[in-house]
């Protein structure tokens, strides 16, 4: 149990607490959220209790072998008042450490550890017998696993013609691939190792990168990878047109939607030979392939993440939450720099890729430099008005909102609950609408024809900055667009008819309904009483983008450049 003492917690609450804990080192930091499962507040104070498993071997991860000792901070999040090595009353007993691998001291802002270096590398016989135990195990599994294939097979054969019902998860429209699934399936369990297509195809990912590395790295290569896009447009777009005419840099691209499981053999050869000879990678997305290798030491890794602002919780922040990663994993640490849009949301992006926050750079987002490109704007004004001539002169709305589910495979959004035929009725008649989905969502949101003429459908664009030159209201819900929306004041309604479940499932790094941009609306009849009313809470906008934007001069991208030139160690020549 802890106990917070500070005059602005009080009982008139309007959001949970967060308590970060905050690991520092000599050579580096780490922030991890802290699994608080209750809360009390009363009289000027907050209780709150929670158990959660850190393993501090993993707790570092450039410095991890190095066993250098450290000390634990706590940070405290709450509505609007943020605070670093903040004061907490400990019950005795309610923090605690492997004694044998580490020794700790509390006191009134820290605790102090110390690894035991002597404890944790040299137990040479303790290590070999456990070793030899583990192997001994995994043999012995996978011989039985072996000799039991026949009947895998038949099994497989009796799924696969239906005398047996096949699992769901086994839904490949190739049955030469669904039985194969089958039977890696249970070869697996009885192994005690994980045998599939993907499993294979990151053998050979790994097998590449690490013949690929006997070739010299390139100090002049650069490398773009990215999952999200078949062509160089959103940060790349911006920071490759900086840089393209420069003839001293060897510039690559690698752009495809495909994961590893659905990559050629030509592909795996391509990417692993481009991460073995480049001195710099850059990313957009989260990209799994790139953390099944380790990186040479003379290439940087850095992350152009697409999207603005911190917002929605993402990576370790999500630790314990479901499909929140495991403290094992090696996904986002291996980034040398990250890209963030203000010095506010660098600790939230350290938090959540799990890297230094001396790792994240306030440089801004590329792509918003197009929004202080005067003439750019009324260029793409005019385009989009020739395209879509019965769109001029009207009140355009653009409804965007993002995708439910877990991942891009299971990625939907409830069309019902925005049903066209409703708001058009009750709005008035010079209000259009675009509709713009997360490229995740498939489903096609039905347009009745009787309102073709005041409802598009746009989803199948890339990009979404050029529709905000357009747009006098934004209709969305947890999308990062309001990031770019505020910095174009474009008034804005949430339409979050599922807040409560939002918040328990997946959360946010500021207290939503004290920190949003515009109106709030829970239900279809509150969007369009906004609409009618024109209430979209417009004094909302630029406290937030001050917020989240530093520098709002349209040279996001030349520090970006900057930073990519200093990285390479080179002068820039254009």
């Not at 602002?309 to 640490?333: D, E, L």
């Not at 987002?365 to 490109?373: A, L, N, S």
Request: neutral net charge.
């Amino acid at each position: 149990m802890g106990v917070i003492n500070d005059e602005r917690i009080n009982s008139h609450f309007a959001s949970r607490p967060k308590l970060i804990l905050h690991f520092i080192s000599e050579q580096e930091d780490r922030r991890i959220p802290f699994i608080i499962s209750n809360v009390i507040y009363t009289q000027g104070k907050c209780y709150f209790s929670g158990r959660y498993k850190y393993d501090l071997s993993l707790v570092f991860w450039k410095t991890r072998k190095a066993l250098l000792p450290f000390d634990l901070r706590f940070n405290f999040l709450f509505i609007d008042y943020y605070k670093e090595a903040i004061q907490l009353n400990f019950d005795e007993d309610s923090i605690f450490a492997d004694n044998l691998n580490y020794k700790f001291e509390k006191s009134t802002f820290a605790c102090s550890f110390t690894p035991d270096k002597k404890e944790i590398l040299e137990h040479p016989v303790k290590k070999c017998i456990v070793l030899f135990t583990y192997s001994l195990v995994r043999v012995v599994r996978y011989v039985l696993a072996i000799a039991l294939l026949p009947l895998f097979c038949v099994d497989g054969i009796l799924h696969l013609s239906k005398v047996l019902p096949m699992p769901a998860r086994f839904s490949d429209e190739n049955s030469i691939k669904r039985f194969s699934s089958f039977v890696f399936s249970d070869f697996s369990d009885i192994a005690g190792c994980k045998v599939s297509f993907l499993t294979g195809k990151r053998w050979l990912f790994k097998r590449f990168f690490g013949l690929f590395k006997i070739l010299k790295i390139k100090k002049n290569k650069i490398t773009f990878i990215s999952l999200r896009r078949n062509e160089i447009s959103g940060n790349f777009a911006f920071v490759y047109d900086k840089i393209k005419d420069d003839k001293n840099l060897d510039i690559h691209f690698i752009l495809n939607e495909h994961m590893i499981i659905e990559m050629s053999i030509k592909e795996i050869i391509e990417y692993t030979k481009a991460c073995a000879t480049s001195k710099l990678v850059v990313l957009d997305e989260y990209t799994p392939m790139i953390h099944y290798i380790d990186l040479r030491k003379e290439t940087k890794l850095i992350q152009l993440w697409h999207a603005c602002g911190a917002f929605k919780t993402f990576g370790f922040t999500r630790i314990a939450k479901p499909k929140g990663p495991k403290q094992s994993t090696k996904n986002h640490r291996s980034y040398d720099y990250s890209i963030v849009s203000s010095d506010y949301c660098r600790k939230f992006h350290a938090e959540g890729f799990g890297i230094p926050t001396d790792n994240v750079v306030a440089t801004g987002i590329p792509r918003t430099d197009i929004f202080f490109d005067e003439e750019y704007r009324n260029r793409t004004r005019e385009a989009f008005y020739n395209e879509h001539p019965s769109f001029r002169d009207k009140k355009i709305v653009i409804f965007a909102p993002t995708f439910r589910g877990m991942s891009k495979e299971t990625a939907f959004y409830p069309t019902d609950l925005f049903d066209i035929e409703t708001v058009c009725k009750n709005i008035p008649d010079d209000y259009v609408i675009i509709i713009k989905h997360h490229p995740f969502v498939p489903n096609i949101h039905p347009i009745p024809a009787e309102y073709s003429d005041r409802v598009i459908d746009l989803s199948e664009q890339t990009e979404i900055n050029d529709l905000l030159f357009v747009a006098d209201l934004i209709i969305t819900d947890y999308s990062s667009l309001i990031f770019e929306a505020s910095l174009m004041n474009i008034p804005m309604i949430f339409y979050v008819f599922d807040l409560e479940k939002y918040i328990n499932d997946r959360d946010f790094y500021f207290d939503f309904k004290e920190y949003i941009p515009g109106k709030i609306a829970y239900s279809l009849d509150d969007v369009i009483k906004a609409i009618n009313n024109k209430d979209f809470c417009e004094e909302r906008l630029s406290p937030f983008a001050e917020m989240f934007f530093d520098k709002r001069d349209g040279k996001s991208t030349d520090r970006v450049v900057k930073l990519f030139y200093d990285t390479l160690g080179m002068t820039k020549t254009v």
